[in-house]
């Protein structure tokens, strides 16, 4: 039997739909960003990055690569194993009791990245709760959709951050019922933003336990980078907070935060957590110097929300289709994926400009877009440069502009 076929098969049909990915071979200059190096087919080129999710540079930031390499050198690389057998090594304590203090929690538990914190962390908070009901957010990330599939518990969507429904839902759910709200504080490919006051006061008013990932909102929101539930004073009021190292902290990882006892849980029983090597000390040194940072300085958080205005000021002026929000998201709508695509393609390779497609099944067909993010460094000139480029290829590819009042669905 020829087992190749299948697989050649499966990429055909990635092909057909439009929606094969192809990555740019780039390397990032320390120092320089969101300058970097594009190893194309024609050799190296300086290009500008604009769709990083190293929202604030700090993945260069000196404190954070001097705390990374004076750990590698002192201690080493690799964590040595699992937390059970190894891997529970000093650095990574000091990373969970920062974690937990962000967010105003007792404790914190580390995932080698944000998706396994939240397919691990759903899935068994949910199991250990007898009869568990999931009212999941329609536009949830697929990591908290594989989450609430890999729970078996009973679950329902509710309209994105729509509060209606999902009181409608609690209330049939009744109030004997153990309920678990699960939601982003911001969605990261329309840039909105959850009611999450609202939604406290739904969980409270029904008994219900309440998950929020803050991957897109943590070091950027808050007075000390807590996310959106810092920013909003509800903190307090969510049981369990999710977020990631690997954003605007810059580093990689992901990790919950809430009760002792939620926690520990998670840490006992969670299979995702006792079967997989530890995040080396390296990166937890480096992830703690950047929580510390971001928690006593604001210049990145104000100069990054500042870059985010001028950028949708200038797009909208040039009457390109910026998809409106309050967030520092900068979603372009194109709205078909093989010209998403060349779109991307003629920026990188005719203006130096490095914005990847966002195609199904990342959203929906028929929304596929450019989503930028623009960082505290990209400077007036930069921004000219991209609107003057997206001009061009807007043109180029018979693109409607004048598309002003697009909002995010």
């Known amino acids: 039997m020829d087992y190749n076929k299948f697989f050649h098969t499966a990429l055909t049909r ?33 290009v500008v990055i604009w769709c990083s999710n190293d929202y604030l540079g ?11 390499v004076e750990t590698a050198t002192r201690v080493g690389t690799g964590a040595g194993g699992t937390r059970n057998i190894a891997g529970t090594h000093h650095p990574l304590v000091q990373l969970e ?6 967010h ?51 679950r329902q969507i509710f309209r994105h951050n729509d509060m209606a429904h999902l009181e409608e839902l609690l209330i049939a759910a009744g109030p004997e019922r153990p309920k678990l709200i699960a ?39 808050g007075p000390r980078g807590g996310g959106i539930a810092e920013r909003d004073g509800v903190m307090h009021r969510i049981d369990v907070l999710e977020g990631t190292l690997a954003k605007a902290f810059g580093c990689l990882g992901g990790y919950i935060a809430g009760s002792a006892d939620i926690i520990d849980c998670v840490r006992s029983y ?32 104000e100069r990054h929300q500042d870059r985010a205005a001028r950028v949708k000021a200038i797009l909208n002026a040039a009457g390109l289709p910026v998809m409106s929000n309050d967030t520092h998201i900068v979603p372009l709508f194109v709205g078909d994926p093989e010209k998403c ?12 400009i490095y914005i990847q497609p966002i195609n199904y099944p990342t959203v929906a067909k028929g929304t596929e877009r450019l989503r930028i993010t623009p960082s505290p460094y990209h400077d007036d000139g930069l921004i000219d440069r991209l609107a003057e480029a997206l001009l061009q290829v807007w043109d180029r590819l018979g693109l409607p502009v004048k598309q002003k009042s697009l909002a995010a669905e």
């Open 14 to 46: 990635l092909h057909d739909e439009r929606r094969y990915r192809v990555f740019a071979d780039l390397e990032r200059i320390a120092g320089r960003f969101p300058h970097a190096l594009w190893h194309s087919p024609k050799g190296p080129r300086n």
């Open 97 to 102: 009791q920062e974690l937990a203090d962000l």
């Open 270 to 301: 969670a299979p995702g957590f006792i079967f997989t090597t530890a995040l080396p000390p390296a990166i937890c040194s480096a992830a703690t110097a950047a929580i510390r940072h971001l928690k006593a300085s604001n210049w990145e958080r």
């Open 104 to 154: 105003g929690k007792q404790a914190s538990l580390l995932f080698t990245s944000g998706y396994v914190s939240n397919q691990t962390g759903i899935s068994t908070i949910a199991k250990l709760i007898p009869n568990c009901l999931i009212l999941s957010d329609a536009l949830n990330h697929n990591s908290m959709i594989e989450g609430v599939r890999q729970a078996g518990c009973d």
């Open 341 to 352: 695509k060349q779109a991307s393609d003629m920026l990188l390779e005719e203006h130096g």
């Open 58 to 68: 700090m993945g260069q930031h000196p404190k954070v690569v001097g705390a990374m």
């Open 183 to 221: 939601c982003e504080s911001l969605y990261s490919m329309d840039g909105d933003v959850a009611p999450l006051s609202k939604i406290c006061d739904l969980a409270e008013k029904y008994g219900a336990m309440t998950y929020v990932d803050e991957v897109h909102a943590v070091g950027m929101y």
